[in-house]
Nanobody
């Protein structure tokens, strides 16, 4: 099994910062892309940012210049630094990873349980 454990969500005022972490563990052979999606109430889940196995990043237009995604390959962990937060950033943030498990070389998508980020105006 593969587990993604998220941390770092919470309540912050507009203009503030939060840092989300997501650590992958379990029977992992290799991890390709990792990243974050978010889902606000009444809305579809949307991409926030992803990072490939080679370190290339991709950001949603709405977070470019404010959010920074980084990755610690040795720890199978990604970090999302969120600055200049806005009320519209309020959502449940989900970590995702594309993983090849030990003994099974197929790539599969895994998701974390989600962490709430609330930005007050």
């Amino acid at each position: 099994q593969v587990q993604l454990v998220e941390s770092g969500g919470g309540l912050v005022q507009a203009g503030g910062s939060l840092r989300l972490s997501c650590a992958a563990s379990g029977s992992i052979f290799s991890i390709n892309a990792m990243g974050w999606y978010r889902q606000a109430p009444g809305k579809q889940r949307e991409l926030v940012a992803t990072i490939t196995g080679r370190g290339s990043t991709n950001y949603a237009d709405s977070v470019k210049g404010r959010f920074t995604l980084s990755r610690d390959y040795a720890k199978n962990t990604v970090y999302l630094q969120m600055n200049s937060l806005k009320p519209e950033d309020t959502a449940v943030y989900y970590c995702t990873a594309v993983v090849s498990r030990s003994g099974d070389l197929r790539w599969s998508d895994y998701w974390g349980q989600g962490t709430q980020v609330t930005v007050s105006s």
